[in-house]
């Protein structure tokens, strides 16, 4: 193993969502997806802590497609990131919805929050991407969580204080 443990799983969470061969800029985003990495998931409605644990089940996953044994347990200890969450919903939703693969609702949580549009071939604006992050975690979305990840038509209740499992379960409901 030449690459750091670090490294070598960006890489992987990449080939989640995209292929690590294409090297067209226009269709790769390492650098937007980079910044997710680094940006660290907070969680401040309850059981939504369940959530940041998908990040673990993603480097244990990670670790036995790889084949990579001793690892230090403190890696471990690494809040998840932001890169982790979606991907962890994106495979929640297909295996929720019973269809789409987690490759194609990582997209789709992506165009909700207007991400899809930072490819290799744009400059990131870092304040932008961080201020739609921070939406997300602080919860400084709209009631109907226009501008979060899972925006509905017809929010019954307020979106900002509803833990993300339930914003999923409503949004595969009315979009479903």
Do not use: C
Request: net charge negative; proline share 5%.
């Amino acid at each position: 193993m030449n690459k750091p443990l670090d490294e070598l799983y960006f890489i992987w969470l990449y080939s989640q969502v995209g292929s690590v061969d294409d090297n067209n800029p226009s269709r790769s985003y390492w650098r937007l997806l980079k910044h997710l990495y680094i940006k660290e998931f907070v969680w401040i409605i309850p059981n939504d802590d369940n959530r940041a644990e998908d990040g673990r089940f993603l480097k244990l996953d990670f670790l036995d497609e790889e084949h990579i044994d001793n690892v230090d347990p403190g890696w471990f200890e690494v809040p998840s990131s932001m890169f982790e969450l979606l991907i962890g919903l994106s495979r929640r939703l297909s295996f929720v919805a019973d269809g789409g693969e987690p490759f194609d609702w990582f997209w789709q949580l992506m165009e909700n929050l207007g991400l899809e549009k930072y490819n290799d071939n744009t400059v990131i604006p870092e304040k932008e991407v961080d201020g739609i992050l921070d939406e997300v975690i602080w919860r400084t979305y709209k009631r109907n969580g226009s501008g979060g990840l899972f925006p509905l038509r017809k929010a019954t209740e307020d979106q900002r204080d509803v833990e993300l499992w339930y914003q999923l379960s409503a949004y595969l409901l009315e979009h479903g």
